[in-house]
């Protein structure tokens, strides 16, 4: 039996410069070698608990993939990795490991040092997996043929939809996407910036669920183009509802209206969906000299770090509370900070000011101070009175988050929604009625793309058993 060794060194991710990266769309961080990823592999103890499992919300197989990292069978390794996970090389690039599987590695909490560094590991077996493929122009004559089978529709194609679809084709389903955009993969592709998740890699992960059967369509607006009765005519005998909550969330504040007030939402998916980052394509998108990004999060980290890289000469960022309540993946905090992006805590906008052509030209916040905590668990900010105060911007943009949009849902008649008009559904992810299941961020509210992938799975093993008649609430 082999005795593991204590590694307490973490493997360092290899990354571009700070003063370089903040000035291009290239990915950040550049992957594990074979050298750095069987070295890192090798810090596994492959506990019996096996923890890590338990802190996925999508179950891989973790130890056993490692183990095969470490012993150089990299084909393995991703064969392992796809039993629980089809989309590995997003996995291993935006999931919040540190807060999830991470979080739980004994190494990290016998030692005291950092984990094993699980998504690093995974990121490197995907890209592998895609180098020894070489993938290049989707075939249509690599896909599995399904037609025949039992129809199932899948509205969305983020990260819940794309999951639920691939998991589905795996139980010998005709599953068919329904996408709203022109490009299928939902925040996938217009949310997270190309320097942090680039769109061949989405791009990769697509088609290799096509080849395993799931067909798409573009441009379908289930709501709009179709109704459910209108696809239920059509011969699908149940859906998965994976449209996330995409209607951005604006202060109550003067001057929301000026020009150069916007939402992160827009901005982004301006950016990324429409590649205005990319030079050859006439994309209008806003800029300015001096850019205000209010929120905390990933999506104000993604806005920030997205201006600067348009040519912003300063990118402030303006969040209510302190560093330390921050929401945001720490390393994406870091490597804003790393790039120049300015932080202005336990501060909050009050109102914004415009010149006499209606644009933004300044805001003004207020200081804050924390109290008890409130629902979420952090500290409560409160205004201190008096402490108002001018900056100087030509550009604002909400980062504050989302809620459901309403488009589908109030066109579904008989689907229960709770008072945020999110979808209620039961541990199956079965919705008010029987045959429309749902998950992600149209149930939850915004949250992460981990998560988002796991209510897929979930969803998609309870409409196999509702189509085979073994469904039940117990």
């Known amino acids: 039996m082999r005795k593991y060794q204590i590694i307490k060194t973490r493997t360092p991710m290899p990354q571009q410069d700070p003063h370089e990266r903040a000035h291009n769309f290239s990915e950040v961080a550049l992957g594990y070698t074979e050298e750095m990823a069987i070295k890192e592999a090798n810090r596994c103890i492959q506990c019996k608990t096996r923890p890590c499992v338990k802190g996925c919300p999508v179950e891989v197989p973790i130890p056993e993939f490692i183990a095969k990292v470490a012993a150089h069978d990299f084909e393995g390794a991703i064969d392992k990795i796809k ?17 999830q599987c991470e979080a739980k590695c004994t190494l990290g909490k016998i030692t005291g040092s950092r984990p094993v560094a699980i998504g690093r590991l995974e990121r ?15 075939d249509e004559g690599t896909c599995v043929d399904l037609s025949g089978k039992t129809k199932v529709a899948v509205i969305g194609a983020g990260p819940a939809g794309l999951t639920c679809a691939g998991e589905l084709a795996k139980l010998d389903y005709d599953v068919t996407i329904f996408e709203a955009f022109h490009k299928t993969g939902g925040v996938l592709v217009y949310g997270i910036p190309e320097f942090r998740l680039p769109k061949k890699i989405v791009q990769k992960e697509i088609d290799n669920l096509r080849e395993c059967g799931v067909k798409i369509k573009l441009d379908a607006v289930v709501g709009k183009l179709y109704t459910l009765e209108d696809l239920e005519e059509q011969g699908y005998k149940a859906f998965f509802i994976g449209v996330g909550a995409g209607l951005p969330i604006f202060l109550n504040i003067p001057g929301i209206e000026l020009n150069g007030v916007l939402s992160a939402n827009e901005y982004l998916t301006r950016v990324n969906l429409m590649k205005a980052y990319d030079p050859s394509y006439d994309t209008m998108v806003d800029s300015g000299k001096v850019i205000a990004v209010l929120g905390g999060g990933n999506v104000a980290m993604d806005s920030a770090r997205t201006a600067l890289r348009l040519g912003a000469e300063k990118v402030i960022v303006v969040y209510r509370r302190s560093e330390k309540e921050i929401p945001a993946r720490r390393e994406e905090y870091e490597h804003a900070v790393e790039e120049g992006i300015e932080f202005h805590f336990l501060r909050n906008p009050t109102k914004i000011i415009g010149d006499e052509k209606g644009f933004v030209k300044e805001m003004e916040v207020i200081k804050m101070e924390l109290g008890e905590p409130d ?6 900010p409160i205004p201190i009175p008096g402490s108002e105060y001018t900056i100087s911007v030509d550009l604002v943009i909400m980062a504050i988050g989302t809620r459901a949009n309403p488009l589908l849902t109030q066109n579904i008649p008989n ?5 945020w008009g999110y979808i209620e559904v039961n541990k199956h992810m079965q919705s008010s009625i029987p045959n429309v ?5 149209i149930v939850t509210g915004s949250a992460t793309v981990i998560s988002a992938m796991g209510a897929g799975k979930e969803a998609a093993k309870g409409i196999h058993k509702f189509l085979q008649g073994k469904l039940d609430d117990s």
């Open 124 to 138: 490197f077996v995907a890209d592998w997996e895609q180098r020894v493929k070489d993938i290049g122009e989707f």
């Open 83 to 99: 039993e629980k996970n089809v989309l590995p090389a997003i996995c291993g690039r935006v999931c919040p490991q540190e807060t």
């Open 415 to 419: 689907l229960k929604l709770n008072k």
């Open 437 to 441: 299941f749902a998950g992600g961020d």
């Open 375 to 380: 629902a979420s668990g952090r500290r409560r």
